[in-house]
């Protein structure tokens, strides 16, 4: 199975955190894009399963931290 792109799938894990952090104010359609997107991009049929996977890779890849956290590039 291929794999996304580290930093693609690092923002769409950062992006369905926050906006299912504060759901009364995120559109649900986007929330289920990206649920949609990030099953699809891990090969997964959860969204919870899909969460779960794309961190591993991304600690696998040493991008396990959200992008706000990550030392800024020197």
């Known amino acids: 199975m291929l794999k996304p792109d580290p930093t693609v799938l690092r923002r769409l894990v950062d992006e ?7 759901p009364a104010t995120a559109p649900e359609s986007r929330i289920a894009d ?8 891990t090969g997964t049929r959860d969204v919870g399963r899909a969460l ?3 961190r591993a890779w991304l600690a696998q890849d040493g991008r ?4 706000a956290a990550a030392p800024a590039a020197v």
């Open 16 to 22: 369905y955190e926050t906006l299912t952090a504060a």
């Open 34 to 41: 990206l649920a949609y997107t990030l099953c699809v991009s």
């Open 52 to 54: 779960a996977t794309a």
């Open 64 to 67: 396990g931290t959200p992008a």
